[in-house]
């Protein structure tokens, strides 16, 4: 249902978009998380580390498609608020006829760089060939990540964020059912793990493509009106490859990162890939919240209400701040719980691993919140080259720092540098803040600044 955040309650709006938004992302996690657990428990330990130095490759493509769609959905949500719907469609158009050509390139480029890229990583050779496989399958899906993105930021920038979670619940109970059967029960190995992740994504596409041509006439597309709009082509681009290069830089720092692992051995592996896992849920409704503040920003934004964005962005902080006391107090509980999740109670040494990353871990969810509350204020004003400058110094410096620290106190060294790289992000950003707030450069998306 297509939703004006620029009038009623903001704390109700704000709300109302963030949860089906963190049900919706945490539903598209348990796509890899299910893989994982199931991969860990009925296949082993090699196949688990083969998974997880995958992932942050999967998370490259995954965020950097994103990263488009975001861009795309800013544009979007301002024409929205600012009651441009023409404008809306035919930007719309634009990412549509844009993302074939973009998607079809990194199928191509993916297939051909995956083992080069593995060996850079120094993917022990016991496990290369199967994470060469598995890695080229979840390539192939690329198309089908990028047109649910696209269909789904339409939805979000409209104010709907309810449908692409319903049609992406059904299609991870879907993964998880599947791989149950297949891995658990007939044993078929780890490459049909990566069939039905992405045989869940294309359903996931399929299904809000023709919701939007059943339900909503804003977002619907003629044959005739599949057009490119260079004007607007170049605003995507602009914000879009900015914001892909913000999104990239975590899992290219992860990528980093795991090459500071696996000389560690196929233990802190699999430790390190069932920690990422469960890092990643925590860190779901703090994007879920940003995401709502930049929706809700560009929105406002686009029908120059300064007042209302202001108290927006206050109350989605503190929704920030609410949400990490219930997730430190939840993982410092359930931190040996969730471990064995991955690895079964024979594996006691990655259990202990996991867990005394974990309990550092807890207390260090704060700074992320903040800086995700920073940059969904950013990206719904259109800075998005500050999200770019002040990701890429926390990536920078978590690298540098995981080099330092993990020779000398182990995987909890990954902790503390992700640590260090918040706190002098929040150090670069809260000041920019309260630059362009009194300064008044924040450049308000009304009807003059718009691409005709």
Avoid at 110 to 129: F, Q
Wanted: hydrophobic share 50%; net charge positive.
């Amino acid at each position: 249902m297509v939703k004006d955040m620029t009038e009623g309650n903001i704390f109700r709006h704000l709300a109302g978009y963030t949860v089906p938004l963190i049900l919706g992302n945490l539903f598209q996690l348990t796509y890899n998380a299910v893989d994982s657990i199931i991969v860990g428990r009925f296949i082993g330990k090699e196949a688990l580390a083969a998974v997880g130095t995958s992932s942050p490759v999967m998370n490259i493509i995954i965020l950097g498609i994103s990263g488009i769609c975001i861009g795309s959905s800013v544009l979007m949500s301002s024409f929205f608020g600012g009651k441009q719907e023409d404008m809306v469609k035919k930007e719309m158009a634009t990412t549509a006829v844009f993302g074939v050509y973009f998607s079809l390139i990194v199928v191509a480029v993916g297939m051909a760089v995956t083992r080069p890229l593995l060996r850079a990583l120094y993917v022990p050779e016991e496990i290369l060939d199967t994470a060469c496989a598995y890695l080229r399958i979840i390539f192939l899906g690329a198309p089908f990540t990028f047109f649910y993105n696209a269909v789904a930021s339409a939805l979000k920038s409209v104010g709907d964020s309810k449908t692409p979670l319903k049609f992406l619940a059904f299609c991870s109970v879907l993964n998880g059912v599947l791989d149950v059967i297949f891995i658990g029960y007939l044993h078929f190995g780890i490459i049909c793990s990566a069939v039905t992740t992405v045989v869940a994504e294309a359903l996931s596409a399929i299904l809000c493509i023709l919701y939007v041509y059943r339900k909503i006439p804003l977002l619907q597309l003629a044959p005739g009106e599949f057009k490119v709009d260079r004007g607007l082509l170049r605003q995507t681009l602009q914000y879009g490859s900015v914001t892909a290069l913000q999104q990239s830089c975590q899992p290219v720092g992860k990528l980093l990162i795991q090459g500071a692992v696996n000389p560690m051995g196929v233990d802190v592996m699999a430790a390190f890939n069932a920690v990422n896992k469960i890092d990643a849920y925590a860190f779901t409704p703090e994007q879920s919240i940003s995401n709502a503040i930049t929706t809700f920003v560009a929105q406002n934004s686009g029908a120059g209400e300064e007042e209302r964005i202001r108290k927006g962005f206050g109350t989605g902080m503190m929704m920030e701040f609410g949400y990490w006391i219930l997730i430190c107090g939840t993982i410092l509980l359930l931190r040996g719980p969730l471990m064995r999740l991955f690895v079964g109670g024979e594996a006691e040494d990655i259990v202990a691993l996991g867990s005394e990353y974990l309990g550092i871990m807890a207390f260090f969810y704060l700074f992320p919140g903040f800086t995700n509350g920073m940059q969904g204020y950013f990206r719904g004003r259109k800075h998005m080259k500050m999200t770019l400058f002040g990701t890429f110094i926390q990536t920078s410096l978590r690298v540098v720092f995981v080099y330092v620290l993990t020779p000398v106190i182990g995987l909890s060294g990954v902790a503390f540098a992700c640590a260090v790289g918040w706190a002098l992000m929040l150090a670069v950003e809260v000041p920019y803040y309260f630059y362009i707030t009194r300064a008044g450069n924040h450049r308000p998306l009304g009807r003059d600044s718009a691409v005709r």
